[in-house]
Every structure is written in C-alpha cells, then in structure tokens.
C-alpha cells in the first residue's frame, strides 16, 4: 500500500470494483432484484388485465415501480451490510473522501439498475406479450436509473444508522422521487406509444436536472450522514 | 360533477373553519397538556433528589 | 442546555407574556374571523365559497415559510452542530404538517363547490403539497421512532434539506404534466384579489400566524423541558 493518498477518481474506482467484487461473490443483491421485479410484474399482471383491457397502457407504470422497489432492495442491502459488516467503520477510519464513497454507491447502483432493465425488457416483452425494446429507451433509462440511485443512495445511507431503515426508507424515498417518476413514466409511455423526440424529449431534461440537482446536493451532505 | 357554481350552500365554509380552529387549538391544547405533564416530571424529581440529598 | 433555573420571577414573567401573547392571538382571530366571514363582500362568482381562501392561501403561506425555516434549521444544524438549530427545524417541521393538512383538506372543501371535483391530479399546487405532507411526515416518523440524539438530528436534518429541494422541482415538473395532459378540468378561480378581499386576508394572515407562532413557542418550551428531564435523569441514572 501506497503512502499517499490516492486521487478521487482512483479511490471511486476501488470502491465500485470493491461492491461489484461482493456482488460477484454472493450474487444477491441483482438475484434478488429481479426475482422480486419479476413478481411485481407478475402481480400487475394479474390484478390489471382483467379490468384494464389494454395491459400495453399500463407497461410504463409497471417498469418504473418494479425498478423503484427492487433499488429499495439493493440500497438497504448494500448499506446494512456494510453496516453489519463494520465495513463502513472500517472505510471510515482509511482517508478515503465521503463523496467517493457516495458516488461508487450511486455508480453501482445504477449498474445494476441497468442489468436488471437489460434482463428486465425482454421478460416483459415476453410475459405481457408487446415489444417495449426500443432504443429510445436507453436515455430515458439512464437519467431514472442515475435519479433513483443518486436520491437512494443518500437516503439509505443516512437510514442505515437509524432502527427503523426498512420501513421508513420507501417512505421517504417515493415522494422524494416522485419527479424522476412522473418523468421516466411519461417518457416511457410516449417511446411506446411510438411518439416523436418532442414529446418527451423534456421529460429525459427535467430527469436530467433532477439527477444534476440531487447528486450535487447529496455529495455536499454526505459526510454527514455517515460519519459517526 | 353536475355541481353547479350558483351553489352557495356556506356548508363548505363552516367545515373548513370549525376543522381548522379544531386543528389548531386542538393541538395546542395537547402540546400545552404535555408542556405540563413534564414540568410535573421535572418538580417530582426535583423534589425527591431534594428530599434524598438532605 | 440553558440556564435552567432563573427562579421564580422570571418563570412567573415567561407566564404572564405567555398569557398574554394566547390572549392576543385569540382576539386576532375572532377579528380575522369577522373581517373574512362578515366584513368581506361577497365574491361575484364563487360567492360564500370564496371565503375559505382567508384560510386556505394564509395557512398555504405558513406552510411553505415553515418548510423554508426547516431547510435554513438543518443547514445550520448541520454546520454548527447546534441542537437549538435542530429544535427550531422539528418545531417548523410540525408547523408545516399541521398548516399543510388545513391547507390541503381547506383546498379540498373549497375544490368540492367550485370545482366540482375534491381533487384534481391536474393542479401543480395540489399535487406538490401532498408531496410535500407525505416527505414531511416521514421526516416525523424519522424523528419520533429514532432515539433523541445527535445521529437522529443529522439524519433528519438530511432528510429536511433534501424534502425542500424537491419542492420546486415536484412543482415543476407535476405543472409540465398537467400542461400536456389537459384533463377536463378547471383553473384555480383565484385571481388577483382585490383591496377588499386583500384586508380581510392579512387579517386572518397576522391572526393564524400568530396562532402557529404560539404553537411554536409551546412546542419549544417542551423540547426545552424535555431536555432538562433527559438531564436530570441522566444525572440521577433514574431510567
């Protein structure tokens, strides 16, 4: 080990090889999350098709609240277990900055945001029997799954000290996140729906802002939520 | 929806004010009712660290 | 911790101001009462219903100063550290809920005969204050189901400041939808008013201020006496 201290950039890059390396070894954070979309999908599935004849009108609301749940899983995981673990002691007491731990945080879990859509669209394709694979869909499914992890990423980490995180983490966060799902909903429907750029093209903006906004506000404040 | 804007039934407005003052003097009463149930704490345990100390 | 004990005079002072200021603000709202409810013309158009605007947009205006103090509470407990910045933003923080509540069931009561509807998805206003309930309320529960220490109020202090930068941007964004999805509905009738819908409002504006302003002093007062109880019994080791 190296005497200096290394650069942001450098000490980002360990953290994130660090959470996917965990990841890679027990496979449970991803596993759960996409059984547990899986049956939310299933779950809508069931309760809608035989009111709403059209399933299609509903895909966009079942993506994103399957996706926002199944971020609660991961989140409260990641950060309990460091909590668990010591590990979050341990990496307190190195030099390493708050803010890298912060963003190797929201960088995994929007990696994982991501493989569990990349797993996730073609199971809906399937299972609800219409084509939502289009490649309009990355941007709108980049900036929701940067806004869920950047505004979860703060919050489960400020619960994970508390007794109460499970419970309390959904509360706070769904109206918290509220803007990033009106949006991606939004958006998602008009990509479906097969609608030019303008119509949503201010939805992927005001996500954009939204993720601009949280992640700088969130950087500033996260030493505060986990030092002790 | 077939409520017409000629309606001027003052129901709403009695609703609305009787729900506030209850909302608002209600909960003063109780955070005045707390407010003394502490104080009450407080002057018990002065009283018997008093007591114990002479 | 303050100065505890400043013996009996000053206590019997604290009352009589006390008492005071609680007489004051009740005759401040009977008069804001009659002003609004008898004094007032009748609006043209909404008639009698227009009435629950006295109480409805001042509440509305409590309710987003009171966020407001929150977020400046929590940036100044977060930075100094201070646990007298962080009882201001718990005080504010239940002003809030308590004025957003009358703000949204007054909005409600008042959408019902002028509207035609209890609730509208379309309105920005609306919507953004139910947000801003429910992020408020679960900054409370924050509050209330954590132990009373130093790690709660940094927690909730977090929660606070992120709750109010999301107010705008909830705003914003629940405006963009309703603009492009135009449900059959209705704009808000509420127009600039005029001298004599206006005295009537600053009326009841002083007289509900000063209403929340007692609750906050009593509020205070508990956080205040509830420390020196925490105090004494951890001087004591009386569980």
Not at chain 3, 184 to 189: C, W
Request: contains cysteine.
């Amino acid at each position: 080990m190296s005497k200096s201290i290394p650069r942001i950039d450098q000490q980002v890059f360990r953290l994130f090889y660090r959470e996917l390396l965990i990841e890679f070894r027990a496979k449970e954070q991803l596993t759960t999350m996409v059984i547990f979309a899986l049956t939310t999908i299933i779950i809508f599935q069931f309760s809608f098709e035989m009111r709403a004849g059209n399933i299609k009108v509903l895909i966009p609301g079942v993506l994103w609240i399957s996706v926002f749940f199944a971020s609660m899983l991961s989140l409260n995981r990641s950060f309990s277990r460091d909590q668990e673990e010591n590990t979050s002691r341990g990496i307190a007491s190195t030099p390493i900055d708050p803010l890298s731990i912060y963003i190797s945080k929201v960088l995994t879990n929007t990696i994982f945001l991501c493989a569990l859509e990349v797993i996730l669209l073609p199971i809906i394709t399937v299972l609800l029997n219409s084509s939502i694979l289009y490649i309009n869909l990355i941007p709108v499914l980049l900036v929701g799954n940067i806004g869920v992890s950047a505004t979860g990423a703060i919050v489960a980490a400020t619960l994970a000290n508390t007794k109460s995180r499970e419970t309390l983490l959904p509360v706070i966060l769904l109206p918290l996140l509220l803007p990033v799902l009106l949006g991606c909903i939004t958006a998602t429907g008009a990509i479906i729906d097969e609608q030019p750029i303008t119509k949503y093209g201010h939805w992927v903006q005001i996500v954009a802002i939204y993720d601009i906004i949280f992640t700088l506000a969130s950087g500033l404040m996260f030493h505060f939520a986990i030092e002790n | 929806m077939e409520q017409s804007i000629t309606d001027f039934n003052p129901i709403y407005v009695y609703v609305v004010y009787a729900l506030t003052w209850l909302v608002l003097f209600g909960y003063l009463y109780y955070l005045a009712k707390k407010q003394k149930t502490i104080e009450t704490q407080i002057q018990d345990l002065k009283n018997i660290m008093e007591s114990t100390e002479s | 911790m303050d100065k505890s004990s400043n013996g009996k005079r000053s206590k019997a002072i604290d009352v009589n101001r006390f008492t005071l200021f609680g007489a004051v603000t009740f005759i401040l709202v009977l008069v804001a009462t009659y002003m609004s409810l008898v004094a007032a013309p009748l609006e043209a158009v909404q008639g009698v219903h227009q009435k629950i605007f006295y109480i409805h947009v001042p509440l509305a205006f409590i309710a987003y100063a009171s966020i407001t103090v929150v977020f400046i509470a929590s940036i100044a407990f977060l930075t100094t550290k201070n646990p007298k910045w962080d009882r201001l933003a718990r005080t504010s923080a239940e002003i809030g809920i308590i004025s957003t509540t009358i703000v949204l069931f007054s909005g409600s009561l008042w959408g019902r005969p002028v509207w035609g509807a209890w609730w509208s998805w379309s309105d920005a206003r609306l919507v953004t204050t139910l947000v801003m309930w429910l992020i408020y309320m679960g900054y409370l529960m924050l509050r209330s189901l954590g132990e009373s220490n130093n790690q709660t109020a940094k927690v909730s202090s977090i929660i606070g400041i992120l709750g109010f930068v999301n107010v705008p941007i909830t705003y914003f964004s629940v405006y963009l939808w309703t603009y492009l999805h135009p449900l059959p509905t209705l704009q808000s009738s509420t127009e600039r008013p005029e001298s004599s819908i206006l005295m009537p409002f600053l009326w009841s504006f002083l007289a509900y201020s000063a209403v929340i302003i007692l609750i906050g002093i009593v509020r205070n007062k508990i956080e205040k006496s509830s420390d020196e109880l925490e105090t004494i019994k951890k001087q004591n080791q009386i569980r």
